[in-house]
């Protein structure tokens, strides 16, 4: 489930050398545009791995890509990358000109990946040609890159924040699903219980998209947001510190296992939650295949919005997910925006959500990643209403690594027993700061 817990990285440094030279597929033939129909068309495709291997996902797409073909006569090459190596690979192609026709990205990486040039802009006409702008939830469909701008991504797989409560535990406890930040800490505190190895809350101590991102959506609660208006970096605003505070008081209040600290991008937060080692975990929507993957049933745990203190904005999430783009000089536009359109359909978003335990991308459509008919309207109802997308500005790849990775510092130096202050908060963000403006 990597892929709702990488980032954009840290790339717009190298972006700065990188040519505006798009692609030129090495799976495509031809030297113009398409010809008729696209039939006899080969496109290559990179897809992010969204199942728990790369073989999986070839046992999912294959059937749909040859679908696909029969329906067009346009023939998939499909490259599944592993995330470890998909963000390196795309950089490399926009430089080398020498990629595939269309790909998957991050949704986070969008902003960043247009200011190489290299996409092709979803304006109007290749809007159209995809089933129109109006076919995608639009918190969405916001995350196709820089605002303001013609989209280079539109949305394939949607994910979002929410609350797993472990009911057993609530209800042994006489406890409800908190609807504020004060009541998930004063519960917190109630179903921990160190001796027994026993936290309120699970947590990816270690890794800095999670810091990242909960600074973001707590600092959002807060009223803050990491860039002004003009773009320029805010991160140690009174807000964005109570946000990071927010979630690193996790940590000092001691209702998080401080061996988490060393949980990266991984499976280990899930499954201390599932094995009754957490009353509680802020996770993603696909957490789901690893909870079941690790014996829990979807009636054993409920889901809720991520609470927001007292008076404060209601934010729960970010929209997080996949999105998919088109190389701007690939030989096959028409076909390219064909496959699009077919990917993002509801026939095909019906069924490859299900493997990927994703929330549909398209407008008025059911979830069905789940059975369990109350948590796919919670997720649902959280896509809709109370998730905003990141900062939609080219740098925010550095926000990511940077931000993320002061959080991480402070989460492990709250795990020692020595609780950050705000100012140790301010000073911390005002570092990763700093560190943004000499890169630039």
């Not at 010809?35 to 999986?56: K, P």
């Not at 046992?59 to 470890?84: A, H, N, R």
């Not at 100012?423 to 570092?431: E, V, W």
Request: glycine share 10%.
């Amino acid at each position: 489930m990597k892929r709702r817990l990488i980032p954009a990285l840290a790339i717009v440094a190298m972006v700065a050398g990188t040519a505006a030279c798009g692609s030129s597929s090495s799976g495509s033939s031809g030297t113009g545009g398409d010809s008729g129909s696209g039939s006899g068309t080969t496109l290559t495709y990179w897809a992010s791995n969204q199942g728990s291997s790369i073989d999986v996902d070839k046992q999912v797409l294959g059937p749909e890509l040859k679908k696909f073909e029969k329906q067009t006569g346009i023939k998939v090459d499909l490259q599944v990358i592993g995330w470890p190596d998909l963000l390196n690979k795309i950089l490399a192609a926009t430089s080398s000109g020498k990629g595939p026709d269309v790909l998957n990205i991050g949704n986070t990486w969008a902003p960043s990946l247009q200011a190489t040039g290299a996409f092709l802009p979803f304006d109007a006409n290749a809007l159209q040609a995809i089933g129109g702008k109006d076919k995608f939830v639009p918190a969405s469909f916001a995350t196709g890159g820089v605002e303001g701008k013609d989209p280079t991504s539109v949305p394939l797989y949607s994910l979002v924040y929410g609350l797993y409560y472990n009911k057993k535990m609530f209800a042994d406890a006489g406890l409800k699903p908190p609807t504020t930040w004060e009541e998930l800490q004063s519960d917190a505190r109630k179903l921990t219980d160190a001796s027994k190895g026993v936290y309120g809350m699970a947590m990816e101590g270690g890794s800095y998209t999670e810091g990242v991102h909960f600074a973001f959506i707590f600092g959002q609660q807060h009223g803050a947001d990491p860039f002004d208006a003009g773009g320029k970096a805010d991160f140690t605003s009174p807000g964005m510190v109570a946000g990071v505070k927010q979630y690193v008081d996790l940590m000092s209040n001691k209702v998080v296992n401080p061996s988490s600290v060393q949980y990266k991008n991984g499976p280990e937060a899930p499954g201390d939650f599932a094995k009754g080692k957490a009353a509680m975990l802020m996770s993603q929507n696909n957490a789901d295949n690893t909870l079941v993957a690790d014996g829990m049933k979807t009636s054993d745990y409920g889901v809720v919005a991520i609470p927001a203190p007292a008076g404060k904005k209601d934010t729960a999430s970010f929209v997080a997910g996949i999105n998919m783009s088109i190389f701007k000089n690939t030989k096959h536009q028409d076909a390219a925006l064909k496959f699009v359109k077919f990917m993002t359909s509801p026939a095909e978003q019906k069924i490859l959500d299900v493997p990927f335990a994703a929330l549909p991308v398209n407008a008025g459509a059911t979830p069905n990643f789940t059975k369990n008919a109350a948590e796919a309207k919670t997720f649902q109802n959280i896509l809709a209403e109370r998730a905003v997308p990141l900062p939609l500005v080219a740098d925010e790849s550095q926000f990511e690594t940077n931000v993320g990775n002061a959080v991480n510092q402070l989460i492990a130096q709250a795990a020692t027993g020595k609780a950050p202050t705000s100012s140790d908060i301010k000073a911390a963000l005002q570092q990763a700061q700093d560190k943004m403006a000499s890169a630039g």
